[in-house]
């Protein structure tokens, strides 16, 4: 009790704060997009309208694009060709103009272009480039004896090299598939000529790599822009400006790749990478959260989402296993609810309880459902019938048979379901990070993002600690709940 | 004073009971005979109305709480000998002191040693645990005590053991009793009155002695010599 306690009282600190107004500013979660957001966030901060309350590494489009549209989130950096095919679902709009006219009924603006585009491109290593004359792609076609290496996707996707090779005519002696991050080891050493790559990468800044120019303008504009609720730009003018100043039209593609350098290969975090850009010397603001308040947010969690589960799940378990034919039903309902992938449930939620905590806890509360349920079906149907019967004979029945006799004689298997359950949830809930609900999935967003396996593991490290300390720590509440005569050791005694 | 009118019942479309018409008088002993599936124990659960009949009616009287005694005793695995055997005090709403009390005085009865009253079923041999289903069935004091097969599961000696004390207990109460058995030679050690079924009907009602010298039908004779010892064998016994 005093631990959850102590979370409640944290948790409300951390919701709330000064009384100046707030800007939540959201990003997906991809090295790229964790930096301009972030330098988004500082611009803000340091125009000083308003606070900017950061919610980033959120799991896709999806997720972050119904956060801004429900009004979770006033602004992010988004690409116009995904605002098109993705959001609005009309790849025939494509200017920024086009796009604006398209959003505005919907509450949004978009800023001006920031000056980079996000899209495959070709490169080759610079001095290659110079010997053979080559700038652009349509001058690629004319050197069919060189050797590319492209990444499965792009490989096989119609906006990649299929479409790609029709439309320049372009030939080439070989191409094999390699994996993304190989293929620039690959292109260094000089074993092929030629790779695929995003236009900011930040690996072209350090390897000296020229990109082809898409002289026939094949590849679809990934302009990036910011996506914005319109009502930020009526309530905070001068912060809109500010960003429109700083950013639009200054960042090109040499700038972002510079950045993603810094963040990707010089592990640099994303606010030292943003705060670089912006001029200044040190970060704003960390973005490392301490191990200690994200393992009180994990556990919080945790908690919370096992106790309404075990809350919820024994009643209907106890319902289920007096009437058989709602036993189906709800078996079936919570098998289901097991089945939708754990981004997809998350996804589900936004619209109904935006982002953060809440939502997350929703979902993490119905993926433990189903072993809290069934095993409760299970441990109270599969009872000595007799002993059950018995229960009449002696005058036991309504809650006295359920508290005296049959919860105790099934406490085993129901307890090994609650178990089951708290171990998966402690490794679900690393998915409550991409609708920003904090934990250990936090460092497991960032370090996916950064392709950074240390990050990755100080997140998914103590995720499996708490994982083992939650399953010793159910082992000593089996003592205290499972009559004695019923555990292992007590039937070792005989 | 118990009694049954026709009472026949099906489960699943199987005859259990087939108009099965049967008077326990009151302070009687009263023995079901029959081999499994004669629908003996079917008739114990009609008298405690854990199975309804689908024709005929059922009488019992005093209506009151009937004590129940089964194979192996049917404890509770998770409640050690004491919790088991004052079940039916604490759900009658008893103190715990007179809870305590009647224990303390029912033990001796049953033969069970207050040193046992601390241990989990499991820990118990077979007629140890029969004699606490025995203790839980008179817990409330019954005016009608059933017994379906309270001899059934147990070795040899525990057997004669506890059928000596049975017989005497059953005596000093003078209750209303009904056993259940398949076993010819309890029936006869037990019942001043025996009813043999066979697949759900009455074959005979009478004594031990009407059984065998005027069988109803040459079921009787039948079922009862093929339990009877080799007459060779009773001169060395």
Known sequence: ?494 | MIALRHVSKRFDGRVALDDVSLTVEAGVTHVLLGSSGSGKSTILKIILGLVRPDTGDVRVEPAARIGYVVQEGALYPHLTVADNAILPARAAGWRLDARRARLDALAPLVGLESSLLLRYPHQLSGGQRQRVGLLRALMLDPPVLLLDEPLGSLDPIARADLQAQLVALIGQLARTVVVVTHDVREAFVFGAAITLLDRGRVVQHGTFADLATRPAEPFVAEFLRAQAPPRAMTQYL
């Open chain 1, 1 to 494: 009790m005093t631990v959850i306690g102590a979370l409640l009282a944290l948790s409300a600190c951390g919701e709330s704060g000064p009384g100046a107004p707030v800007i939540r500013v959201g990003s997906k979660s991809f090295t790229e997009n964790y930096i301009v957001a972030e330098l988004v966030a500082q611009i803000i901060d340091e125009t000083g309208e308003a606070r900017a309350e950061r919610h980033l590494g959120l799991g896709g489009t999806g997720i972050v694009y119904t956060a801004l549209a429900a009004g979770d989130l006033d602004i992010y950096p988004e690409y116009t060709g995904t605002i098109a095919q993705a959001i609005l679902k009309e790849p025939s709009a494509t200017s920024v103009e086009a796009l604006r006219t398209r959003l505005a009924p919907r509450g949004l603006t978009l800023s001006d272009p920031l000056g980079f585009d996000n899209t495959y491109a070709l490169a080759l290593r610079r001095d290659t480039a110079q010997r053979l004359g080559v700038r652009t792609i349509s001058e690629l076609a004319r050197h069919p004896t060189l050797t590319g290496a492209f990444d499965a996707g792009f490989l096989e996707r119609e906006d990649g090299w299929p479409g790609l090779r029709r439309h320049y005519g372009l030939r080439l002696a070989d191409v094999r598939i390699m994996e993304h991050a190989l293929t620039y080891a690959a292109l260094a050493s000089g074993r092929v000529d030629v790779i695929d790559v995003f236009s900011t990468d930040g690996q072209l800044a350090r390897l000296d790599l020229t990109v082809l120019v898409d002289d026939r303008r094949f590849f679809p504009d990934y302009t990036a822009v910011l996506l914005a609720r319109r009502s930020l730009v009526e309530r905070h003018p001068r912060t809109w400006a500010a960003l429109s100043d700083r950013l639009a039209g200054r960042l090109d593609n040499q700038a972002m790749a510079r950045l993603n350098a810094l963040a990707d290969l010089e592990r640099r975090t994303f606010a030292e990478a943003a705060a670089t850009f912006l001029g200044r010397a040190g970060p704003a603001r960390s973005a490392d959260r301490p191990l200690g308040r994200l393992t009180l947010e994990h556990l919080w969690l945790v908690s919370v989402s096992m106790t309404v589960a075990v809350l919820v799940g024994l009643p209907l378990g106890i319902l289920a296993a007096r009437r058989p034919r709602l036993a189906q039903l709800e078996l079936m309902g919570v098998g289901v609810l097991q089945t939708i992938p754990g981004l997809a449930l998350l996804a589900f939620m936004i619209p109904l309880f935006g982002i953060g905590q809440l939502p997350a806890l929703v979902a993490l509360c119905l993926y433990a459902l189903l072993p809290i349920v069934r095993n409760t079906v299970a441990g109270l149907g599969s009872l000595d019938p007799r002993l059950v019967e018995m229960t009449a004979v002696l005058g036991i029945d309504g809650w006295r048979r359920l508290a005296w006799i049959e919860l105790p004689m099934a406490s085993l298997t129901i307890m090994a379901g609650i178990k089951t359950s708290a171990v998966l949830t402690v490794g679900t809930a690393t998915l409550a990070a991409f609708i920003g609900g904090g934990g250990y999935g936090t460092l497991i967003v960032t370090g996916l993002a950064l392709n950074d396996v240390a990050t990755i593991l100080a997140g998914a490290i103590p995720s499996a600690v708490m994982a083992l300390a939650i399953h010793a720590a159910f082992e000593a509440a089996d003592r205290l709940l499972v009559p004695r005569a019923l555990r292992a050791g007590g039937r070792a005694s005989e």
